[in-house]
């Protein structure tokens, strides 16, 4: 009988543990259900946050290199980068986040401008940039909202202005 019992029991366990994985298998997916909700509800920068930053950029960008602060133009490049990157990530369904490839051989010469600190160099290089943005603002029907080289600083609480 004892025998008998035992194999009964063998027979039941797998069952057993197959009804807590079961069970730990529903808990899972309700946390899976739950997480899934919060991403699709959670905030996502639009198309639009990340044109102003680069157009914040963008203007303090000239201002450095325009006052030959090297180290603020390459950290200004770097930021209008980031935030192209950041159109690639989060507005990837966006028509007009597969045109801003084209603004790479403009940013790749404003690179090297500040790698070689030519300020005329920068300057041709940074009209290049400003050029591509409108000609991307037009291959994507948004012709109206052109950019231009600033008259003024974005912020005035910023020195543009190296002290050696």
């Given at each position: 009988?004892?025998?008998?019992s035992?194999?009964?029991?063998?027979?039941?366990?797998?069952?057993?543990?197959?009804?807590?994985n079961s069970?730990?298998?529903?808990?899972?997916?309700?946390?899976?259900?739950?997480?899934?909700?919060?991403l699709?509800?959670?905030?996502?920068?639009?198309?639009?946050?990340?044109?102003?930053?680069?157009?914040v950029?963008?203007a303090?960008?000239?201002?450095?290199?325009?006052?030959?602060?090297?180290?603020?133009?390459?950290?200004?490049?770097?930021?209008i980068?980031?935030?192209?990157?950041?159109?690639?990530?989060?507005?990837?369904?966006?028509e007009?986040?597969?045109?801003?490839?084209m603004?790479?051989?403009?940013?790749?010469?404003?690179?090297?401008?500040?790698?070689?600190?030519?300020t005329?160099?920068?300057r041709?290089?940074?009209v290049?940039?400003?050029?591509?943005?409108?000609?991307?603002?037009?291959?994507?029907?948004y012709?109206?909202?052109?950019?231009?080289?600033p008259?003024?600083?974005?912020?005035?609480?910023?020195?543009?202005?190296?002290?050696?």
């Amino acid at each position: 009988m004892r025998l008998k019992s035992f194999y009964i029991l063998f027979l039941f366990l797998p069952l057993c543990e197959a009804c807590d994985n079961s069970s730990n298998t529903n808990q899972l997916e309700a946390r899976i259900d739950n997480l899934q909700q919060k991403l699709d509800h959670s905030y996502k920068p639009g198309l639009g946050e990340f044109m102003s930053e680069i157009q914040v950029h963008h203007a303090k960008l000239w201002f450095a290199g325009k006052n030959e602060n090297w180290k603020l133009a390459d950290f200004e490049i770097h930021e209008i980068i980031e935030s192209l990157d950041g159109i690639q990530q989060y507005a990837s369904a966006r028509e007009e986040s597969k045109k801003v490839v084209m603004l790479t051989p403009a940013i790749d010469s404003v690179n090297k401008a500040i790698e070689k600190k030519d300020t005329a160099l920068f300057r041709s290089s940074f009209v290049l940039l400003t050029n591509t943005c409108n000609n991307c603002h037009t291959a994507v029907n948004y012709e109206f909202n052109m950019v231009k080289i600033p008259d003024t600083p974005p912020l005035s609480n910023q020195v543009f202005k190296t002290f050696k």
